[in-house]
T-cell receptor, first 115, second 110 residues
Framework: KAGVTQTPRYLIKTRGQQVTLSCSPI?????VSWYQQTPGQGLQFLFE???????NKGNFPGRFSGRQFSNSRSEMNVSTLELGDSALYLC??????????????FGSGTQLSVL | QKEVEQNSGPLSVPEGAIASLNCTYS??????FFWYRQYSGKSPELIMF????GDKEDGRFTAQLNKASQYVSLLIRDSQPSDSATYLC??????????FGQGTELSVKP
């Protein structure tokens, strides 16, 4: 069974630009969660999507948004990029809604650098 | 107070020893607890999960949970150099978010 697939693997952008990251969950998994990982803050929860609806959201500004499609694939968008957005963005999938004790399985991540 | 706290380490143990990693959490209503291993430059990998008080063993790994003390730990027996990694404790809070600790860096010396 294929794991969680994230594209692209690396991305370099400049301040003010926007970026879209993609995540394909494990086959049969219906929930996708997004995390930001930085050396200073560690892993921080961004949001969770289940059945094409955002079910939970972390403490990030509105520049961070996402969506989920009917095939459970998800995209995350960051607009008006800032230097502080440089991070590893990780997507994780679970069989059902996270928060119900579901185990999360992570993709390889997208390393975003903002110059 | 952080929701999930871990000693950042590094924790250094000799090969063959027992490594003990600790984690405390603040949400008394938390019910599900996980340990992830993250090698440098890689993504987190789930290695253990525990839902009930007590011990849960899987191979060389034992997870221990004490809900009254809001404490969860991971023991690695017969530690190997390949166990050298950062270990992340993760806890679901009552809001349904999986919250991660900062991680403990483990170094196993041959």
């Amino acid at each position: 069974k294929a794991g969680v697939t994230q594209t692209p693997r690396y991305l370099i952008k400049t301040r003010g630009q926007q970026v879209t990251l993609s995540c394909s969950p494990i086959s049969g998994h219906r929930s996708v969660s997004w995390y930001q990982q930085t050396p200073g803050q560690g892993l921080q929860f961004l949001f969770e999507y289940f059945s094409e609806t955002q079910r939970n959201k972390g403490n990030f500004p509105g520049r961070f948004s996402g969506r989920q499609f009917s095939n459970s694939r998800s995209e995350m968008n960051v607009s008006t990029l800032e230097l502080g957005d440089s991070a590893l963005y990780l997507c994780a999938s679970s069989l059902s809604r996270a928060g119900t004790g579901e185990k999360l399985f992570f993709g390889s991540g997208t390393q975003l650098s903002v110059l | 107070q952080k929701e999930v706290e871990q000693n950042s380490g590094p924790l250094s143990v000799p090969e063959g020893a027992i490594a003990s990693l600790n984690c405390t959490y603040s949400d008394r209503g938390s019910q599900s607890f996980f340990w992830y291993r993250q090698y440098s430059g890689k993504s987190p990998e789930l290695i253990m999960f525990i839902y009930s008080n007590g011990d849960k063993e899987d191979g060389r790994f034992t997870a221990q949970l004490n809900k009254a003390s809001q404490y969860v730990s991971l023991l690695i027996r017969d530690s190997q150099p390949s166990d050298s990694a950062t270990y992340l404790c993760a806890v679901y809070n009552q809001g349904g978010k999986l919250i991660f600790g900062q991680g403990t860096e483990l170094s196993v010396k041959p």
